[in-house]
């Protein structure tokens, strides 16, 4: 069973199975249609299904021309499990959020695996390359898939292999971020790093999934920790009437032992203020506090407070209140240069902003229209930076430094720039650092 399905993946003719069609199973999908696998997705969005299908992307940065050759090479985007049968590995890409109380939700991946366990069939590995907590793959996984009366290692495949995407970062792409992977028994190893060898550069092997899962966590939880660290600096050099973006440019001339990370007005994205979080959860289980983790979370999170207050002072400079001011948020994907909205600080931003008073505006090339968010909604519409706008706000609030925005003409044109990203290096009257 082992070396049919290794046989397959070596000679190309094993059918890749990528459930959930978002920011990571789409570019895994491509590379693995670009190298001559057909690949098979899975979705329950069909609204998702049926734009792929017609040759569309609505992710910015994966082009709906790859997409349409995707499709010219077999792929195809289905929301019907019952063809689960059809795929040799099952790479499940799914979601893994916080609950409200910032416990682990594996909703996503529990439910998504119930899905598959009915169609599952001898000879398939199962990857799962969503975040999670260790212990996840063999305390959730492994149970259901032997649910089946499938024998995970002899005649079924079971492995860990997180997911390394950073979207919109023009240096790396899937095939050269190397990857990590944990099986639950050696074949299972074995037939995992087969099948990622396949398409990426440099497969890393690791003796558990529950080792594959902590070094995912170890990773964002570094940089939460120590974008935590420079986010309280930013508070005190502030205080001291220094420059922390200076000292950061010039920290990082030292050619060792120091890396930089940059303050800003809070944490986004899929993974760091999100991922920290499962290890303190599951730690709590074996009767650890995980102090670090929680207070860089403690920090971070209360950037968003920290950035609304430099925006008050600096109204109340100018003889304005909050209350009734014209704000207008620039950028509100969660890091510069993509279209990807989740856990975004400028949306944070924007709540706490009209929350006091404020009639909010947002301008970002990559989102034309507020997207319909699970917890944030508001009506609104990008808007079209001419100097005639952005001279009609009281404030204007730099939240996402796209490269799109033209920050001469802000600055020229602004009443008040509040930079909560350090864009603007030289002081003027109408810049304040946040």
């Given at each position: 069973?082992?070396?049919?399905?290794?046989?397959?993946?070596?000679?190309?003719?094993?059918?890749?199975?990528?459930?959930?069609?978002?920011?990571?199973?789409?570019?895994?999908?491509?590379?693995?249609?670009?190298?001559?696998?057909?690949?098979?997705?899975?979705?329950?969005?069909?609204?998702?299904?049926?734009?792929?299908?017609?040759?569309?992307?609505?992710?910015?940065?994966?082009?709906?021309?790859?997409?349409?050759?995707?499709?010219?090479?077999?792929?195809?985007?289905?929301?019907?499990?019952?063809?689960?049968?059809?795929?040799?590995?099952?790479?499940?890409?799914?979601?893994?959020?916080?609950?409200?109380?910032?416990?682990?939700?594996?909703?996503?991946?529990?439910?998504?695996?119930?899905?598959?366990?009915?169609?599952?069939?001898?000879?398939?590995?199962?990857?799962?390359?969503?975040?999670?907590?260790?212990?996840?793959?063999?305390?959730?996984?492994?149970?259901?898939?032997?649910?089946?009366?499938?024998?995970?290692?002899?005649?079924?495949?079971?492995?860990?292999?997180?997911?390394?995407?950073?979207?919109?970062?023009?240096?790396?792409?899937?095939?050269?971020?190397?990857?990590?992977?944990?099986?639950?028994?050696?074949?299972?190893?074995?037939?995992?790093?087969?099948?990622?060898?396949?398409?990426?550069?440099?497969?890393?092997?690791?003796?558990?999934?529950?080792?594959?899962?902590?070094?995912?966590?170890?990773?964002?939880?570094?940089?939460?920790?120590?974008?935590?660290?420079?986010?309280?600096?930013?508070?005190?050099?502030?205080?001291?009437?220094?420059?922390?973006?200076?000292?950061?440019?010039?920290?990082?001339?030292?050619?060792?032992?120091?890396?930089?990370?940059?303050?800003?007005?809070?944490?986004?994205?899929?993974?760091?203020?999100?991922?920290?979080?499962?290890?303190?959860?599951?730690?709590?289980?074996?009767?650890?506090?995980?102090?670090?983790?929680?207070?860089?979370?403690?920090?971070?999170?209360?950037?968003?407070?920290?950035?609304?207050?430099?925006?008050?002072?600096?109204?109340?400079?100018?003889?304005?209140?909050?209350?009734?001011?014209?704000?207008?948020?620039?950028?509100?994907?969660?890091?510069?240069?993509?279209?990807?909205?989740?856990?975004?600080?400028?949306?944070?931003?924007?709540?706490?902003?009209?929350?006091?008073?404020?009639?909010?505006?947002?301008?970002?090339?990559?989102?034309?229209?507020?997207?319909?968010?699970?917890?944030?909604?508001?009506?609104?519409?990008?808007?079209?930076?001419?100097?005639?706008?952005?001279?009609?706000?009281?404030?204007?609030?730099?939240?996402?430094?796209?490269d799109k925005f033209d920050y001469a003409q802000i600055k020229?044109?602004?009443?008040?720039?509040?930079?909560?990203?350090?864009?603007?290096?030289?002081?003027?009257?109408?810049?304040?650092?946040?």
């Amino acid at each position: 069973m082992k070396q049919q399905l290794l046989n397959r993946i070596a000679d190309k003719s094993a059918v890749i199975g990528i459930v959930g069609l978002g920011y990571v199973g789409l570019p895994l999908m491509l590379r693995f249609a670009e190298v001559g696998y057909k690949v098979l997705g899975f979705d329950i969005d069909q609204g998702k299904v049926d734009t792929l299908m017609a040759g569309q992307s609505y992710i910015e940065h994966i082009s709906a021309d790859s997409i349409a050759t995707a499709l010219e090479r077999g792929f195809e985007a289905t929301t019907d499990f019952s063809r689960v049968p059809e795929a040799d590995t099952l790479i499940l890409c799914v979601p893994t959020p916080l609950n409200k109380y910032r416990e682990p939700d594996l909703s996503f991946v529990l439910d998504t695996m119930d899905s598959l366990v009915p169609y599952l069939r001898e000879g398939q590995l199962v990857s799962l390359e969503s975040t999670t907590y260790p212990g996840t793959t063999d305390e959730e996984l492994l149970p259901r898939m032997e649910s089946r009366g499938l024998k995970v290692g002899d005649n079924a495949f079971l492995v860990f292999s997180p997911e390394r995407e950073d979207p919109g970062n023009p240096n790396f792409t899937t095939r050269t971020i190397p990857k990590v992977c944990g099986g639950v028994t050696p074949a299972c190893q074995e037939i995992g790093v087969a099948l990622y060898s396949a398409v990426i550069d440099k497969v890393v092997p690791v003796s558990s999934t529950r080792a594959a899962e902590m070094t995912k966590l170890l990773e964002n939880i570094h940089r939460a920790v120590n974008i935590g660290l420079v986010n309280e600096m930013k508070i005190v050099a502030d205080k001291m009437g220094i420059d922390i973006h200076e000292v950061i440019r010039a920290a990082a001339t030292k050619p060792f032992g120091f890396v930089p990370y940059y303050p800003g007005p809070g944490l986004g994205g899929h993974c760091i203020p999100i991922d920290p979080f499962y290890l303190t959860w599951k730690a709590r289980e074996y009767g650890v506090n995980t102090r670090f983790i929680e207070l860089a979370g403690e920090v971070n999170s209360n950037m968003p407070d920290y950035v609304v207050s430099k925006v008050a002072a600096a109204l109340n400079q100018r003889k304005k209140a909050i209350n009734g001011s014209r704000v207008l948020v620039l950028g509100i994907a969660y890091k510069k240069n993509v279209d990807d909205m989740r856990e975004s600080p400028s949306v944070f931003l924007m709540e706490k902003l009209r929350d006091l008073g404020a009639e909010v505006a947002y301008s970002d090339p990559h989102v034309p229209v507020f997207p319909k968010m699970r917890e944030h909604r508001f009506e609104l519409s990008s808007v079209a930076l001419s100097n005639e706008a952005i001279s009609g706000y009281d404030c204007v609030l730099l939240a996402t430094d796209h490269d799109k925005f033209d920050y001469a003409q802000i600055k020229a044109h602004a009443q008040l720039v509040v930079d909560s990203r350090g864009k603007y290096l030289e002081p003027a009257a109408n810049i304040v650092k946040a």
